[in-house]
């Protein structure tokens, strides 16, 4: 079995680095007798990498410190954190190590399906109530305080049973879910990265960010996109607005220059190198992207002192920790 290296830079660059590269689609066996899907899982380890799937997801951290990212955001967690990721929302969780520090058990993981989400809440309708925070988790959602403590003993007594009582604590956790106090749940994602009811925003989304994602570093068409999508460039640019709430070049504009200021901070490049590697052809244009998005040019960023540096709204952009031969 490969072992996976451990990471050189901290949690929280590794995390920053993620957000805005082309995640890998996990494959969920789904199982014949369950309804669900339970497992745990150490770190490192293969099963623990920046992926997304079609499925619902519940997370428990039981142990470490570290950071995650979710969407296009990235946060801290530490023992106790509980997660729920809607489908196809990019995700990792990533722990600070010691060389050669392996955390075991450290994750327990609930996967659910929305097809068989769905038919339950067409059967059972007081489970309707549940329906707001499953939609919420289009953008990710972290519970916090009381709410993740009791959600963390049904996510263990949801891994401990099986059969109907298994069914009876996750809709149990559901409704801790539910009931958690805004204080108590936080949405991390960005409010363009949820999921958009419309089938056409979908597919204008998912067409968009895929075209996006692989092309930051060149050249990027909305033409092109909006052929992915099978639509028109209007017809695209319409939906793909309604649902994100910003348009596709806004979009592109974010992602480079989160990508520019990593590089501003990490790197000693000049910046019109930095222009280059981000996908701008020319650095009057860099200029201008920049300072529409962050209010100063590259060069009054680099020179700011760390603390004093504004925050990036979507980080971008990076390598993960490489796998051993």
């Known amino acids: 079995m490969k072992q996976l290296a451990l990471p050189t830079e901290s949690a929280a660059e590794i995390a920053r680095q993620y957000v805005g590269t082309a995640p890998s689609r996990e494959l969920i066996p789904h199982l014949p007798h369950s309804s669900i899907r339970t497992l ?32 296009d955001r990235t946060g801290e967690f530490g023992p106790g954190h509980v997660a729920l990721v809607g489908p196809n929302v990019p995700h990792d969780w990533i722990s600070d190590l010691r060389p050669g520090e392996v955390v075991y058990d450290r994750d327990a993981i609930i996967h659910f399906d929305a097809q068989w989400w769905d038919s339950c809440v067409a059967t059972l309708p007081e489970l309707a109530e549940i329906t707001p925070v499953i939609t919420e988790s289009s953008r990710g959602i972290v519970f916090l305080g009381a709410t993740a403590a009791r959600a963390a003993e049904e996510i263990e007594e949801v891994r401990r049973t099986t059969g109907a009582r298994q069914l009876a604590h996750l809709i149990a956790l559901f409704v801790i879910f539910t009931e958690a106090p805004p204080a108590d749940k936080e949405l991390v994602a960005s409010e363009w990265f949820g999921s958009p009811s419309d089938s056409n925003a979908k597919a204008a989304v998912d067409a968009g960010l895929a075209y996006i994602f692989d092309n930051l570093t060149s050249r990027i068409r909305m033409s092109e996109a909006a052929n992915l999508a099978h639509m028109s460039e209007s017809t695209f640019s319409k939906y793909f607005k309604n649902a994100c709430g910003s348009t596709f070049s806004d979009v592109v504009r974010k992602l480079r220059v989160a990508n520019a200021c990593r590089l501003l901070d990490d790197s000693d490049q000049p910046i019109f190198s930095v222009c280059a590697d981000v996908g701008y052809e020319n650095l009057a244009n860099f200029n201008r992207q920049f300072l529409a998005e962050m209010g100063m040019t590259p060069s009054a960023y680099r020179s700011l002192e760390p603390a004093d540096k504004p925050r990036v709204p979507v980080m971008s952009l990076g390598l993960k920790a490489p796998v051993e031969a």
């Open 40 to 71: 745990d899982h150490d770190y490192p380890a293969g099963i623990a990498h920046w992926n997304y799937h079609p499925e619902y997801e519940i997370h428990l951290i039981r142990r470490s410190t570290g950071s995650f990212a979710i969407g």
